[in-house]
């Protein structure tokens, strides 16, 4: 038989036979409901406190305020004191907009956002893309555009307990300390070499200019100041085709960037081609010289 509800308007209970098996009784005067399985025993399923719900605490230890300690509280702040953040014996703060997880008291009043690691030769910080379409690090000043070569300003600092080792400035400048700048060359990691075919004629055919940046123009108005050094993609791409990487900028523009550690790579080839055409030249002239 399909269960109904019957609403009962009266002050009192319902008595054995007001409610069929299966069905609900609603006291609304007393708010209170009431059923009955088999039709004669009638039961009051109301809450008059919250001690018939098997806790141990008043309905204003439950309404948590300040100053008040109960049960459930001291529950409450033994389960927070209880993370250890895998067992990081440190100390972990928030302090208005600042987050701090520390082992030692040198950070304990530093004005930024603070991760201390002191376990050996384990890292601070790793963080992972599970995604098909990864994204990694992005670092963005929301108010400010400080392009003004300032040490003080950067992206990324790196320095260990003796010095800076390493800056992204916020103008994009990079440097470093021992002005050291490689790419993995292991011969153990190689196939198929050669030696490079001239670059002779390719490096006589790039355009070096010099131009300013729009960007730089509109930020600071038109100055000397602003003159760079350089070639334009654009004008390479039709020498060394393979010198241009097009990326593509928030707006989905396509931006043409130039791989200039590779452009200097051929700057060198014809260097040593230029030496030998110089060498060959020495020589002949000494023959000359020599025969007069």
């Keep these: 038989m399909a269960s109904t509800i019957q609403l009962k308007r009266g002050s009192g209970a319902p008595t054995s036979g007001d409610l069929a098996a299966g069905e609900l009784g609603l006291d609304l005067t007393n708010n209170v409901i009431y059923s009955s399985s088999n039709g004669s025993n009638v039961v009051q399923l109301s809450v008059t406190d919250v001690s018939d719900l098997g806790i141990t605490a008043t309905t204003t230890e439950l309404n948590y305020v300040d100053g008040v300690t109960s049960n459930i509280q001291t529950q409450l702040d033994a389960k927070i004191e209880s993370v250890d953040f895998t067992s990081i014996t440190g100390n972990i703060e928030a302090t208005g907009s600042l987050l701090r997880i520390f082992e030692t008291t040198s950070f304990a009043s530093a004005d930024y956002h603070i991760l201390e690691n ?19 690090l992005f670092i963005t000043f929301n108010n400010a555009s400080p392009d003004n070569n300032n040490i003080n300003q950067y992206f990324i600092n790196c320095q260990d307990s003796t010095t800076q080792r390493f800056y992204v400035l916020s103008d994009g400048d990079v440097i470093n300390h021992d002005n050291s700048y490689g790419a993995i060359s292991d011969e153990n990691l190689k196939q198929q070499i050669t030696g490079a075919s001239s670059q002779w004629d390719d490096l006589k055919a790039v355009q070096v200019r010099n131009y300013k940046y729009n960007t730089d123009v509109d930020q600071y108005g038109d100055s000397d100041d602003l003159w ?23 707006d989905g523009n396509i931006i043409k960037a130039v791989k200039y550690s590779v452009l200097y790579m051929k700057a060198v080839k014809a260097l040593q081609e230029a030496m030998e ?4 030249l020495e020589s002949k002239v000494a023959v000359l010289e020599g025969g007069v």
Excluded: C, F, W
């Design 277 to 280: 055409r110089i060498e060959t």
């Design 228 to 250: 760079r050094l350089g070639v334009v993609a654009q004008e390479l791409e039709l020498v060394s085709p393979h010198l241009i990487k097009d990326t593509v900028d928030e």
């Design 118 to 136: 002191g376990n050996e030769s384990v890292g601070v910080l790793r963080l992972a893309h599970t995604g098909s379409s990864p994204v990694g």
